[in-house]
Every structure is written in C-alpha cells, then in structure tokens.
C-alpha cells in the first residue's frame, strides 16, 4: 500500500542552524502538507502546497520556514535560524485532490534543537 | 480563533464494549470532518471521513455528523485492547480550505 515517507526519522541542530526535512509523498497525489506537533500538544497546521506553489499557510509558517518540491517525488520543509520551540514532530501529509480530502500522514520527522 | 474541541479522557471501556468519542467545532464553514487514531510516537492514522449529515460506517467505526449543531462523533463497536490510543478529530478550515485544524485528542483505554 502506498505510504508518505519523511527522513530523517530524527534530526538533532543547534539553535541557529538551518534544517531540512524531506518527504516522499505518495506518487498519484496533488496535495502536500506540512504539520508539527510539539511534545503533549495537538497537531498544527503549517502550511499546503499545491500545483508547485504554496496554497495555504497558517500564521506558524513565517519567513523562518520555507517549502519546495525541488522534483517529481520529493517535497521538502527548510526551517532557517533554528529556535528551541522548533522543537517538535513534524509531519509531512499528502492527498489526492480532485474532490478526495483524505489525507495520509507520513511517519514524521522529530526535530530536536538543542 | 477557529476550535475543535474533544475531551481529553482518559476513556476506558471495558473489552466488547462501545466506546463513543466526541467533538465540537466552532467553523461554520467547515465541510470535511475526520477521525485519526495516534498512538503514542507516532503519526496520525486517518481512520474515517465524513462530509454529510448522518452516520457513515466502516467495519467496527461508525462517524457521525451533525452540522446544525456542530458535532462529529466517532463509535468503536467491539472495542479491543489494540484500539488503545488517543483520537483526533479534524476539521477542515473555512469552506474551501484543505488544511486540517486538529483537536487536542481525546485518550481511549480498552481493558481486558
């Protein structure tokens, strides 16, 4: 069964660097998401991709962040200047579009800023 | 702010029993409505969908909707020790929107 796929699994950076998470969405979808969860709170939205531009965004993804699907298959996540409250899962999520909403979560990727 | 709103639990139902997960919502424009289950570390696993009014069953789940009064609910029937996890409600933002506003989960304990 086709699967979003994200690594690494586990990233550690110190405050100030940049990181890059990247994710393998699932091959036949149109729609990209990227959300985080910090330890003990819910999921947050960050921000939807769509068409090979951004489609949506919540007030999280501010210029610190960034996206891209710099080919067919991946799509990434760069979070520039790293702060400790970047500390988090982060998920990448994936759906087909053309009147199909459901979306697939890819295993995530946990974000340790130290 | 746009809400979702669950109760946080714990839940516990005993083994064979209904366990029965509740959420508000606060977006009138909402149209999508779902139900992930997250065990813990792990990502969201999208369970069930439901867009209209009514109830909308697969196999143990049943979702149901009600969007005069702003309610998603999710039934487990047959309810299993494996079904120990927290569950997601998740919304769709605003009437055309696919980003997914998430509550906080609501934590069900099946016991043997």
């Known amino acids: 069964e086709p699967e979003v796929t994200q690594t690494p699994s586990h990233q550690v950076t110190q405050m100030g660097q940049e990181v890059i998470l990247r994710c393998v969405p699932i091959s036949n979808h149109l729609y990209f998401y990227w959300y985080r969860q910090i330890l003990g709170q819910k999921v947050e939205f960050l921000v939807s991709?769509?068409?090979?531009?951004?489609?949506?965004k919540s007030e999280i993804f501010d210029d610190q962040f960034s996206v891209e699907r710099p080919d067919g298959s991946n799509f990434t996540l760069k979070i520039r200047s790293t702060k400790l409250e970047d500390s988090a899962m982060y998920f990448c999520?994936?759906?087909?579009?053309?009147?199909?909403?459901?979306?697939?979560f890819g295993p995530g990727t946990r974000l340790t800023v130290t | 702010q746009k809400e979702v709103e669950q109760n946080s639990g714990p839940l516990s139902v005993p083994e064979g029993a209904i366990a029965s997960l509740n959420c508000t919502y606060s977006?009138?424009?909402?149209?999508?409505f779902f139900w992930y289950r997250q065990y813990s570390g792990k990502s969201p696993e999208l369970i069930m969908s439901i867009y209209s009014n009514g109830d909308k069953e697969d196999g143990r789940f049943t979702a149901q909707l009600n969007k005069a009064s702003q309610y998603v609910s999710l039934l487990i029937r047959d309810s299993q020790p494996s079904d120990s996890a927290t569950y997601l409600c998740?919304?769709?933002?605003?009437?055309?929107?696919?980003?997914?506003?998430f509550g906080k989960g609501t934590s069900l304990l099946v016991t043997p």
């Open positions: 991709f769509y068409n090979n531009e951004i489609s949506e």
């Open positions: 998740a919304v769709n933002m605003g009437n055309s929107g696919y980003a997914l506003n």
């Open positions: 999520a994936s759906s087909e579009g053309m009147g199909s909403y459901e979306q697939y």
């Open positions: 977006d009138r424009g909402s149209q999508s």
